[in-house]
């Protein structure tokens, strides 16, 4: 048994449960329906399903006797579509935060709870096609000289992978950059007000940039080497490789709910309450802002 395999299925176990404990807090919870709780649920789930696709990938190369093509496709398409469905939720954060930035007036009225859970079925709809690509074609078990490092996709369909990854990317990092400018533009407005009022703005605004500051940091220093990696590399490239660039591409599901879940007051409160029935005099009461997800 490789060392790699094991690592990954144990971070594959440890993310299941850190994302399990999220999405029970975010059901349990009945004041946590807001529209960017959904959100952040969506990225537990996808995040859920890739520790479970990792520890699946696991006990099909190494518990199934004898091996079946049909679960190591399945194993490959629920990894496809766990991660894809993951990348899409941290998107979807992103342009949610962006409105509530850009149509702060507006936003609560505008962005209901029945369109976002529209907009999230419609993105899940597309990551589980995205998973299904395997069993359609889209895998190297019949020539294995065509397989790419994320065997069993084809070399050509790993790269068209990457490619649409590094795109999101790059419009994350566009939104990123737009939410940047209209948080100093606020900044500026509010200078003139109440000096409580621009601290308290300020304090809630710094909070927000530092938190997509920390999520965009993570994501690329978690996802951009293996994807540039699988542009340029194959099957004959060393394993090694592989398993040193895709285990942190992993932790970066574990990293998620600290990010989005457990830094946030109102999911920490919940926490507390169910772990010990009270909650820390030091959380404040303040109302809660869509910066502060």
Not at 23 to 36: D, G, H, I, N, Q
Not at 106 to 129: D, K, Q
């Amino acid at each position: 048994v490789s060392p790699w395999d094991i690592a990954l299925c144990a971070t594959g176990t440890a993310v299941a449960g850190e994302n399990a404990l999220v999405l029970a807090v975010l059901f349990y919870t009945p004041s946590l329906r807001a529209p960017m709780f959904l959100l952040i649920g969506s990225l537990a789930l996808a995040d859920l399903l890739a520790g479970l696709g990792l520890v699946a990938n696991f006990a099909v190369r190494y518990l199934l006797r004898p091996p079946s093509e049909a679960a190591e496709l399945g194993a490959a398409g629920l990894l496809l579509a766990a991660f894809s469905a993951s990348v899409c939720s941290l998107l979807a954060i992103t342009v949610d935060r962006y409105l509530s930035l850009y149509n702060a007036l507006t936003y609560h009225s505008e962005r209901t709870l029945g369109f976002t859970c529209a907009m999230v079925l419609l993105m899940w709809l597309l990551c589980l096609g995205v998973g299904l690509l395997p069993l359609l074609g889209w895998n190297c078990l019949r020539d294995q000289s065509a397989c790419s490092i994320l065997r069993p996709v084809t070399k050509d369909n790993a790269a068209v992978l990457a490619v649409t990854f590094l795109l999101l990317f790059a419009l994350m990092m566009q939104l990123y950059l737009q939410i940047c400018k209209i948080a100093f533009r606020h900044a500026q407005q509010i200078a003139v007000q109440h000096q409580f009022i621009a601290t308290a703005q300020t304090t809630s605004t710094r909070k927000g940039l530092s938190t997509l500051s920390l999520i965009l940091g993570t994501f690329a220093l978690c996802w951009i080497p293996f994807a540039i990696y699988s542009l340029v590399a194959d099957s004959s490239y060393p394993v090694v490789y592989t398993y040193s660039l895709a285990l942190p591409a992993t932790c970066n599901s574990l990293i998620n709910p600290i990010i989005y879940a457990f830094r946030n007051p109102d999911i920490q409160k919940s926490l507390w309450l169910a772990c010990c029935g009270c909650v820390p005099s030091t959380f404040s009461s303040r109302p809660r802002t869509s910066s502060d997800v």
